[in-house]
């Protein structure tokens, strides 16, 4: 359990502002300064409608950096030339607190799309921070907030060539939640010395098992990003090779930390009751089983059948064949849970709908579709649709 408390990770100062921009009585602005220029590798959205933040880091952020900044309440996204200037204002405020260039500075933005920034609340926090007051972790996460529910972090501790390390990080998510590195913020950082070339390599591998794999309602946001910061304060051998048994390692835990946090963001999926787990076995390739599960995770019909506690197997059917990937009918076996439902292109003589229904009932419901064609497998999480999602984004401007 993360000690909400938790403030300490050497050479990581957290700052948080109710600046009042968007949101009133409550934290809407994160500043991380650190004491050392660190490592960073950033992942952002695939949409090409790209935030104003995303677009100025993919072309201008340095590998190494010395702060972030992020906003919640306004995406700074489809703004033009005014969103630009904006975000050069904040940027320079701070380099010139701090003692650095603009390109140093990793910029992120979360809120409604299509808006101008009021800027001057965040720029008059800026000027009046105190370096020396610091905040902790669960002011960070509660900071980035927008539609969420409850603050997301988590933490890992091991150790590596007989040195501590730790991973923190925290997101922020609940709509426009789909695969394809959109719809979310995470921030993650690790005192390990990793060489800067092998952050994204590490990063890559594990946001596709993680932030890849999680779906709520299949839409894409225009703004997000996924950071990955190493201080190397650590002490250990610094990573250099992806493949040595030290690398492997730090990734099995990454990787279980970045799972973490995705689930986090799929059980505070907008109107979710459910956190559900798709899990595709025998695929013919790895590209296979990601279209099919996210065919199924994507399905209104799916989803609401599992809101409504309906063992409705036969949407998840029709949900594999709208994916149009190679399927063997005969080989085919669905279960929900520990129930098989079909076999040799039907169902199956022991399946139990009763017992199906009452396994529905559970707040973490698992899918597993066995296709009986090749060796390859993956997971996607999503949750299912109810009726408090329509009435959240009839309320909520996106």
Request: proline content about 3%; charged content about 25%.
């Amino acid at each position: 359990m993360l000690d909400l408390s938790y403030r300490d990770l050497k050479g990581v100062n957290i700052h948080t502002f109710e600046t009042g921009a968007r949101y009133k009585n409550r934290k809407d602005l994160l500043l991380v300064v650190f004491d050392d220029y660190v490592n960073q590798a950033s992942l952002y959205t695939k949409s090409t409608c790209p935030s104003v933040p995303v677009d100025w880091c993919r072309k201008n952020l340095n590998k190494q950096i010395k702060a972030i900044i992020v906003n919640a309440g306004n995406a700074n996204a489809f703004t033009g030339d005014i969103g630009l200037r904006d975000l050069l204002t904040i940027s320079s405020e701070i380099a010139n607190k701090i003692g650095c260039k603009i390109e140093d500075i990793g910029v992120a933005s979360t809120g409604v799309i299509g808006e101008y920034m009021n800027i001057q609340p965040i720029i008059q926090s800026i000027k009046n921070i105190d370096l020396n007051n610091k905040s902790s972790w669960i002011d960070a996460a509660e900071s980035i907030m927008t539609t969420d529910t409850y603050p997301k972090l988590a933490k890992k501790e091991f150790k590596i060539d007989g040195k501590d390390i730790e991973i923190i990080g925290i997101a922020k998510g609940s709509g426009m939640i789909e695969p394809n590195m959109g719809t979310m913020l995470s921030f993650i950082f690790t005192n390990a010395c990793i060489d800067e070339e092998l952050l994204k390599p590490i990063l890559k591998e594990v946001t596709t098992n993680s932030f890849n794999s999680i779906t709520v309602d299949g839409d894409t946001s225009t703004s997000d990003t996924v950071m990955l910061i190493s201080t190397n304060k650590a002490g250990n051998k610094p990573l250099i090779n992806i493949d040595e048994d030290s690398s492997k390692e730090f990734i099995a835990e990454l990787q279980k930390l970045t799972i973490d946090l995705a689930k986090q963001i799929v059980l505070d999926g907008e109107g979710a009751t459910k956190l559900v787990e798709i899990n595709i076995r025998s695929a013919l390739s790895k590209i296979s089983a990601i279209n099919i599960a996210k065919s199924i995770a994507n399905s209104p019909l799916v989803k609401t059948a599992i809101y409504g506690q309906d063992p409705n197997w036969g949407r998840i059917i029709a949900a594999i064949g709208k994916s149009y990937e190679n399927i063997d009918l005969r080989k085919l076996k669905i279960s929900i849970g520990d129930q098989l439902v079909t076999l040799n292109s039907t169902v199956s003589p022991e399946y139990d709908e009763v017992l199906t229904k009452k396994y529905m009932e559970g707040d973490v419901i698992e899918i597993i579709i066995d296709l009986g064609i090749g060796n390859y497998s993956h997971k996607i999480w999503t949750c299912d649709l109810s009726h408090k999602y329509i009435d959240i984004n009839t309320d909520y401007r996106s």
